[in-house]
Nanobody
Framework: QVQPVESGGGSVQAGGSLRLSCAAP????????MGWFRQVSEKEREGVAA????????????YYADSVKGRFTISRTRDKNTLYLEMSSLKPEDSAMYYC???????????????????WGQGTQVTVSS
């Protein structure tokens, strides 16, 4: 599998929106999980959202951190293995480096456990100003 590549980060004012993208070609597992994590400086990496998928399907079970429910939406295209994170009503506390990650099984209750993911992107910075 090829390392995921994120894009779409940037700077925005509070209340604004951004869409992050993650290209993750080469996924061959029958079931797999794709997730978004974020990290601020030396703090622990936090699970933001994840989607559990059947290879060849379009939808999937989604998971969200309580802090982003109702504001962020995770989705994925079937043909290009591209993962999206639509972020709206952004707050300064959403500022972080955002990472895309994949694993070759369903997300399940461990969706936010970064140790369960095998492949990681380099990250894209999101900065929200007040």
């Amino acid at each position: 599998q090829v390392q995921p590549v994120e894009s779409g980060g940037g700077s925005v004012q509070a209340g604004g929106s951004l869409r992050l993208s993650c290209a993750a070609p080469g996924v061959t597992s029958r079931y797999f999980c794709m997730g978004w994590f974020r990290q601020v400086s030396e703090k622990e990496r936090e699970g933001v959202a994840a989607i559990s998928l059947f290879n060849g399907g379009v939808g999937g079970t989604t998971y969200y951190a309580d802090s982003v429910k109702g504001r962020f939406t995770i989705s994925r295209t079937r043909d290009k293995n591209t993962l999206y994170l639509e972020m709206s009503s952004l707050k300064p506390e959403d500022s972080a480096m955002y990472y895309c990650a994949t694993r070759g099984d369903r997300c399940g209750s461990s969706w936010s456990d970064d140790g369960e993911y095998q492949y990681w992107g380099q990250g894209t910075q999101v900065t929200v100003s007040s």
